[in-house]
């Protein structure tokens, strides 16, 4: 919601943007940088939105064909809770599924409370092998990079650091290449080993 109404004013009040901008900063090529920045993120910003669509979108067509397999009443309810519940970084699918084996089994049909817990095991692999290079792809970012934000996120920032890791580390990667940090730190990591080998 944050990137499709930031982006949303940055297109709408791009000219006043500037505009104050070229009154209040003097660099031109530093008002140029930030200018491009921003257009960058907000692209990456809505690439990222459509990752994460992509992801609901086949979250909810795995949970749809389960649960028609286990026959689950209202199989297309169920499964569009699961993909609505999965995107939230604290429940996931298990906060879904566990509850439908929980009501097969009590019921008596042991093949669909097992088909639901099959589901769950199969659905969450899926995504963890899906998800970082989605993701990467729509942030222009490695998998294993998108892997390690998550990872570096989650123990940050719990749960929710899953969606907000990547996003940090997008912004900061746009930074640091706009500005030319990257090349600042090279050049003098470079300097510092050729002082120490030599």
Not at 107 to 127: D, E, F, N, P
């Amino acid at each position: 919601i944050v990137a499709i109404m930031s982006g949303y004013y940055f297109i709408v009040d791009s000219r006043r943007l500037y505009v104050f901008m070229r009154r209040n900063v003097v660099s031109k090529q530093f008002r140029e940088k930030t200018v491009r920045l921003v257009d960058s993120l907000s692209t990456t910003l809505f690439h990222v939105i459509g990752g994460y669509v992509l992801l609901f979108v086949l979250t909810f067509a795995m949970a749809l064909v389960g649960l028609i397999l286990i026959r689950m009443p209202y199989p297309v309810v169920f499964a569009l809770i699961a993909a609505i519940v999965d995107l939230l970084p604290v429940l996931g699918l298990a906060a879904t599924l566990i509850p439908i084996a929980i009501y097969q089994f009590a019921i008596g049909h042991i093949l669909g409370g097992l088909g639901a817990l099959i589901l769950l095991g199969v659905m969450t692999t899926v995504r963890r092998v899906i998800e970082p290079p989605i993701l990467g792809v729509a942030m222009h970012l490695h998998p294993m990079a998108t892997l390690a934000s998550m990872i570096i996120g989650v123990a940050v920032y719990g749960l929710a650091g899953i969606l907000i890791g990547p996003v940090i580390l997008v912004i900061a990667k746009e930074v640091i290449t706009l500005y030319g940090i990257d090349e600042k730190l090279r050049s003098f990591f470079g300097d510092l080993l050729n002082r120490v080998i030599t």
